[in-house]
């Protein structure tokens, strides 16, 4: 799946989630960026950033990666506010 149709999923899913602060994935050469109910591409700075692989991210996106899991085994790093990436289970 291309980021561009991640983001138009996630965009359904966030407008309507009540979130609102700011996280980042970021995926190496690629990020997407939710901040409140927008999500777009373009690098900003955020409250959390999360570190991880594009095929990882995807896995997570799908639901076949446990967002715990994968922390514990340092598939996802988490830079920043820890209680803003716990909060993106409403979101994934």
Do not use: H
């Not at 991640?6 to 359904?12: E, G, N, P, S």
């Not at 995926?27 to 999360?50: F, K, L, R, W, Y």
């Not at 996802?76 to 994934?92: C, N, P, R, T, Y």
Request: with cysteine; proline share 2%; hydrophobic share 40%.
């Amino acid at each position: 799946m291309d980021t561009e149709a991640i983001v138009a999923k996630m965009r359904d899913k966030v407008a309507t989630s009540g979130f609102d602060r700011s996280v980042k994935f970021d995926m190496g050469d690629e990020v997407i960026v939710i901040d409140g109910q927008n999500v777009s591409t373009t690098d900003a700075p955020t409250d959390c950033t999360i570190k991880i692989s594009k095929e990882n991210f995807e896995e997570l996106i799908a639901g076949d990666l446990n967002p715990t899991a994968a922390f514990m085994t340092g598939k996802i790093k988490v830079e920043g506010d820890m209680s803003v990436a716990m909060q993106l289970s409403q979101l994934i």
